[in-house]
């Protein structure tokens, strides 16, 4: 009986499949919030002479929720960018978990940090 040990190669090509699974799960959402869109509102002309302001639904993840159940386009584009935004802390995440897995705890440290710098950024709102 062989026993396969765990291999960096191993790991990359997970993140590397994480990533390419994430940018087109967003590339799909965006899509397909596109097309719901321009199924509700292609016909309308828009209005360029006022400023209207951002919609309710994208002040808070609880609007966007409600939007994509309710059918709104804009709101499942806007999901379909969230996911985009959220496909590399994923990827990061991943990360860590193979550090752990190869016993390499400095690099598992600067990822803990990298994450923890990125949760920070979110929860301020200061993006750098």
Avoid: C
């Avoid at 967003?26 to 360029?48: E, K, N, P, T």
């Avoid at 209207?52 to 609007?63: E, M």
């Avoid at 496909?87 to 940090?113: M, N, W």
């Avoid at 920070?120 to 200061?126: F, V, Y």
């Amino acid at each position: 009986m062989t026993n396969k040990k765990f291999r960096d190669t191993d790991m990359q090509s997970i993140i590397g499949w994480i990533l390419r699974a994430g940018v087109l799960i967003s590339m799909s959402v965006v899509f397909i919030g596109g097309v719901v869109y321009l199924y509700r509102h292609g016909q309308s002309h828009a209005d360029y002479s006022k400023f209207n302001g951002v919609p309710d639904f994208v002040h808070n993840t609880s609007g966007i929720f409600n939007g994509i159940i309710t059918g709104r386009g804009r709101a499942i584009i806007q999901a379909g960018i969230i996911l985009l935004i959220a496909t590399p802390i994923i990827r990061v995440v991943f990360s860590a978990i193979g550090f752990v897995l190869e016993k390499d705890y400095l690099y598992l440290g600067i990822t803990i940090l990298v994450l923890i710098i990125i949760l920070a950024s979110m929860l301020s709102g200061h993006a750098g």
